[in-house]
């Protein structure tokens, strides 16, 4: 049976294709993990000396690079993972997925440009300063980033 609105219809999949994202990328963030952590447990049983002293720092810091990264794309994965994508949305606001100047934004999470049937869509939180310049407009309102005028043609 065909939607009412295949606009809304197209966010379910774009929501879809974000979540996937995610899962993929935390999944790689955990692999890298164990990684970093064996690498540190190696550099751990070396001998010592300021060589060694300064690749087991080097391998801490890695270590601790991945963790900041993970803990941030799990951030990302539970506020995408909220969002109700069959709601339809009037405003400009997360959960939202814009069609403006041409150019698609899913307000949802930071995760970045996804390909989706072929069309890319730009998936951003609502603190990236472009969602903050279209919050809380409405359809055919007109919004300006960075000396660049443009206008919401499309909300679901």
């Known amino acids: 049976m065909p939607s009412a609105n295949p606009f809304l219809?197209?966010?379910?999949?774009?929501?879809?294709?974000?979540?996937?994202?995610?899962?993929?990328?935390?999944?790689?963030?955990?692999?890298?993990?164990?990684?970093?952590?064996e690498s540190l447990?190696?550099?751990?049983?070396?001998?010592?000396?300021?060589?060694?002293?300064?690749?087991?720092?080097?391998?801490?810091?890695?270590?601790?690079?991945?963790?900041?990264?993970?803990?941030q794309l799990q951030r990302s994965f539970i506020q995408l993972e909220r969002l109700d994508p069959r709601q339809?949305?009037?405003?400009?606001?997360?959960?939202?997925?814009?069609?403006?100047?041409?150019?698609?934004?899913?307000?949802s999470a930071s995760v970045g440009e996804v390909l989706v049937e072929g069309t890319k869509v730009f998936c951003v939180s609502n603190l990236a300063p472009l969602a903050k310049a279209m919050l809380n407009l409405e359809k055919n309102s007109s919004y300006s980033f960075n000396d660049d005028e443009g206008r919401i043609d499309k909300l679901a």
């Open 41 to 71: 447990q190696s550099e751990t049983k070396g001998s010592a000396g300021d060589k060694h002293e300064t690749s087991k720092e080097m391998a801490r810091q890695e270590l601790e690079k991945i963790e900041i990264n993970h803990a």
């Open 9 to 37: 219809e197209f966010k379910i999949r774009v929501h879809a294709t974000c979540l996937g994202m995610l899962k993929e990328r935390i999944a790689v963030s955990e692999q890298r993990m164990m990684e970093a952590k």
């Open 88 to 107: 339809n949305q009037t405003k400009v606001q997360v959960g939202a997925l814009v069609q403006a100047s041409s150019k698609l934004f899913y307000i």
